[in-house]
């Protein structure tokens, strides 16, 4: 459940403080503004002295008997200088001449001379405009008669058109002050009521927020935690290659995960995330009886490798004697070093890197499998990151900062994008830039992806491999890739390898792009196509043209749409067919739920998701 409670945890978190900044930012400008601004005293004129009630003015009974409703209450007042009776009833307001016994109508005029007599000030009044509502008199429910001054401030007045009572004096600074208060309050319709259901919704998202906030804290602390190492009982920690060969065996602290055991030992799993269980590269087996499969474990790996007891190492703990299996073997603990001999800028943000191994045993990589990039520490300016000219304006539109910093050595994971014998070998890396945002958010530019943008020829890099399981199965069964960003990297090496060695299977290979420009090695796919017959080449253009979504040939957008549409809801066989994937997070679950929708069997569908 944590993983799931972490992702709600940090969506909810977001949106209870954009609120908290609205209502710090709100209620900061309210206390700025100025009280005597906000109420318009510069233009109030001064409470008129009443006189004593006359006393040759008609009786109440009169006043009750000329009104057109029956009243509730009955009050005597002035209208200027006349006195009134206000009679108030569920049907409204009438006001009844004292000396006269007539009704009172207050139109235009009286209006406008009860709205000059609260007035003070070189404004001069417009024509009063009738209202049945408006936000600026809430708190009183009569008809208004509104009467504009022109004057600096903006000044308004509000009389209602029953009672004839001055109502209301608004101005500029108030109606900033009412825009902040409705922020403030989160009352956006009446902008009145402190308790609406936002406000409650945001005061019950806080607390759960401190809840699962505090339950976050417990799951990820562990009292061993708070145990010195050296206190802590001994562990024997066996480490075994998949085939069964045993490897090394080290001493662990209790409670240590078999990640951090490792690492203290010089054995470094593959890992995006440093051992924080959010990429999934770190996967163990256990041999023997394995601990119950934690929600780290089933976010990142399937259901039949948890079964056989695959783990995360970051979130396996060694609390007895264990043995591991992992794949890699001495590649874990061995570091390779290389000379970068060309470095090609294949879209504006794909690069090509080729790298020349020191030995040539050091170049033993299968397509599919990737290698660990060893990023040092580096602090590099903007003007550092090296691309062509024809690339200039793409660049230009990224936001990025000034200097880049990487403050502790990482590993990053690149596949190989073309089979290590076809280009003498030598190690190829398709790395995509990545400039920072993600899920709508802004990050810092990718550390990896910014090492490898500074490279020049001659440059030397450090790396550690082959990893992962990512690869051909070896049967003749037609074969339908799908790939999209640098995923195209694993896939192209596989299709090269697998046409190289001679295989006369159908091979689809479906790829998506925003258009033709970011497509990497279009041409060279093309020219593939034409060199073997059971192969065939279908990029897919995504970018919006003229506010219709097409790809090529005016397709679907998303290039698992267009497949489905022109392969798979046509193939007589999808059961006969193998599915390899690769590329953004997005493409991937979209493209494996259409799959699951069409009856393919997991079996036949792997993919490479890069572990983010």
């Known amino acids: ?176 002050f009412d825009i902040f208060w409705m922020l403030h309050i989160m009352d956006y319709t009446e902008r009145a009521n402190f308790n609406n259901p936002l406000v409650v919704g945001m005061g019950i998202g ?49 409670g240590d995960s078999v990640y951090v055991a490792l690492a203290r030992e010089g054995v470094h799993l593959p890992s995006n995330c440093g051992g924080g269980q959010s990429c999934g590269l770190c996967e163990v087996r256990v041999r023997g009886a394995a601990s119950r499969a934690t929600a780290a474990d089933r976010a990142h790996l399937p259901a039949a490798k948890l079964k056989v007891g695959s783990r995360l190492a970051c979130n396996l703990a060694v609390d007895e004697d264990l043995e591991i299996e992992v794949a890699g073997g001495a590649s874990l603990w061995t570091e390779h070093w290389a000379t970068v001999e060309k470095v090609e800028a294949v879209t504006p943000f794909l690069r090509e890197i080729h790298l020349r191994p020191d030995h040539p045993a050091d170049a033993q990589f299968q397509p599919g499998c990737y290698l660990q990039l060893h990023v040092p520490e580096y602090t590099v300016a903007r003007s550092g990151l090296w691309h062509p000219a024809e690339h200039r304006q793409d660049w230009d539109r990224l936001s990025l900062p000034p200097t880049l910093h990487n403050r502790s050595e990482v590993r990053r994971s690149y596949s190989l994008s073309s089979p290590v014998g076809d280009v003498q070998g030598r190690l190829l890396l398709l790395a995509r830039f990545s400039p920072g945002w993600q899920d709508n958010k802004r990050h810092p530019p990718g550390k990896g992806s910014t090492y490898l943008y500074t490279l020049r020829e001659g440059d030397r890099v450090r790396y550690s491999g082959p990893f992962g399981d990512f690869a051909l199965s070896g049967g003749a069964r037609e074969k339908v890739f799908i790939g999209a960003g640098a995923g195209m990297a694993p896939l192209r090496a596989m299709i090269h390898q697998r046409l190289g060695e001679g295989g006369q299977e159908r091979i689809h290979y479906w790829y998506g792009a925003r258009n033709a420009r970011d497509c990497p090695y279009d041409l060279q796919m093309q020219a593939l196509a034409q060199r073997h017959a059971n192969f065939s080449w279908h990029p897919v253009w995504s970018e919006q043209a003229g506010g219709a979504w097409a790809g090529r040939d005016g397709a679907a957008a998303h290039v698992h749409e267009v497949m489905h549409a022109h392969l798979l809801q046509t193939h007589p066989e999808l059961s006969a067919c193998e599915f390899y994937l690769c590329g953004p997070p997005a493409m991937l679950a979209a493209t494996r739920q259409l799959l699951q929708r069409l009856g393919v069997d997991e079996a036949r569908i792997a993919y490479d998701d890069f572990k983010i």
């Open 1 to 176: 459940m944590t993983p799931w409670m972490r992702t709600l945890h940090r969506w909810v978190g977001l949106i209870v403080g954009l609120q908290f900044l609205l209502w710090l930012g709100s209620g900061l400008m309210m206390s700025l503004l100025d009280p005597q601004k906000i109420n318009g005293t510069a233009h109030r004129a001064a409470e008129p002295v009443l006189p004593a009630w006359p006393a040759t003015t008609l009786a109440p009974a009169e006043a009750l008997r000329a009104a057109r409703n029956e009243a509730a209450t009955l009050d005597t007042g002035w209208l200027l200088d006349q006195p009134v009776y206000r009679l108030l009833s569920p049907q409204g307001t009438e006001l009844i001449d004292a000396y006269s016994g007539k009704r009172i109508e207050i139109d235009p005029r009286w209006a406008l001379r009860l709205a000059q007599a609260s007035y003070r000030g070189s404004g001069v009044p417009a024509d009063p405009v009738h209202l049945e509502k408006t936000l600026e008199t809430r708190a009183h429910p009569d008809p208004v008669w509104r009467v504009d001054f022109g004057d600096e401030a903006g000044t308004s007045v509000y009389v209602s058109a029953q009672s004839g009572q001055v109502l209301e004096h608004r101005n500029d600074t108030w109606r900033l």
């Open 206 to 254: 806080g607390l759960w927020l401190s809840l699962t906030g505090l339950w976050l804290l417990v799951a990820s602390v562990h009292l061993r935690e708070f145990i010195p190492r050296r206190w802590r009982r001994r562990r024997q920690l066996a480490v075994f290659a998949p085939g069964g060969t045993h490897l090394r065996t080290v001493t662990a602290a209790s």
